[in-house]
C-alpha cells in the first residue's frame, strides 16, 4: 500500500514530552479526518508507547526517543523507537499486569492497552539497544472511500 503522507519526529526522553508527541500524532492523522473514537485510540496508543520508551527505557538517564507516522488511504502506522535498554523477555512484558517495576505502582498494562487500541502492535527489543514498537490502526472512517 502507498503511503499518502510520512513524518518522523526526535524528542528527549522527559516525561514532559510524551503529552508533546500526543498531540504531534493527533495533529498528524487528523488530515485524514478519523472519528473522535479513532483519534482518542491513536493519542491513548502513542502515548503508551512514548511513555514505555521514557521510563523502562531510559529508566534513570536520559536519551532520544524517535517517532515515525506513515498515513495510509486507511490508516495509520505509528512506531516509537528508543535506544535504552531494551527488553529482556518481550513475550512476558506483553502480557497484561506484568511490570517490572512495582514499586513505581505502574499497571503492566501498557502494551496490553496499545493492543485493545490499535489493530496491530510489534515490538522488537535488543537488551543494551533499545526498543522499537510499530502499531498499525485502520480508520474504518476511511474504509467507505
Request: glycine letters at 6%; hydrophobic letters at 40%.
Amino acid at each position: 500500500m502507498q503511503p499518502i503522507n510520512y513524518m518522523k519526529l526526535e524528542f528527549s526522553s522527559k516525561s514532559s514530552n510524551e503529552g508533546f508527541a500526543r498531540v504531534v500524532a493527533a495533529a498528524f492523522v487528523s488530515q485524514v479526518d478519523p472519528t473522535i473514537e479513532e483519534m482518542a485510540d491513536v493519542k491513548t496508543a502513542v502515548s503508551e508507547a512514548v511513555t514505555n520508551a521514557i521510563i523502562h527505557g531510559y529508566e534513570n538517564t536520559s536519551g532520544l526517543v524517535r517517532m515515525e507516522c506513515i498515513l495510509y488511504n486507511d490508516g495509520v502506522e505509528i512506531t516509537v523507537e528508543d535506544e535504552g535498554q531494551g527488553i529482556e523477555d518481550v513475550n512476558l512484558a506483553r502480557q497484561p499486569m506484568y511490570t517490572s517495576k512495582p514499586e513505581m505502582e505502574r499497571s503492566g498494562m501498557g502494551f496490553t492497552v496499545m493492543e485493545s487500541f490499535m489493530d496491530r502492535v510489534e515490538v522488537i527489543s535488543e537488551v543494551g539497544k533499545g526498543t522499537k514498537v510499530s502499531m498499525f490502526k485502520k480508520f474504518k472512517s476511511l474504509a467507505k472511500e
